[in-house]
Nanobody, 123 residues
């Protein structure tokens, strides 16, 4: 059974940082592109970042460039999203998802999804 489990969310003040983790079971992450997506209350789901199987290719939505960093540790079957300089606009449920091809992440066509972790940025 494939499971993706996000962790690391929580409440943080504006300007603060969080690191999200996406751990996989039943799925060898080294064969999959991993994406982070988020959905804020009342808004559509948004693609935040993608990382290819080797980590050589990455994508960031403009609003998080230079603030967020995606990385992966295939030996630990885990992908990370380091989020710095957080603003209230980053408040959302963050999901990780897996797909066999990088272009699927760009198109949000991810066959495997986690259940999400809530990030709240507020003073």
């Amino acid at each position: 059974q494939v499971q993706l489990v996000e962790s690391g969310g929580g409440l943080v003040q504006p300007g603060g940082s969080l690191r999200l983790s996406c751990a996989a079971s039943g799925l060898p992450l080294n064969y999959y592109t991993i994406g982070w997506f988020r959905q804020a209350p009342g808004k559509e789901r948004e693609g935040v970042s993608c990382i290819s199987t080797s980590g050589s290719d990455t994508y960031y939505v403009d609003s998080v460039k230079d603030r967020f960093t995606i990385s992966r540790d295939n030996a630990k079957n885990t992908v990370y999203l380091q989020m710095n300089s957080l603003t209230p606009e980053d408040t959302a449920v963050y999901y990780c998802a897996a797909a066999p091809l990088f272009r699927l992440c760009m198109n949000h066509a991810m066959p495997y999804w986690g259940k999400g972790t809530l990030v709240t940025v507020s003073s």
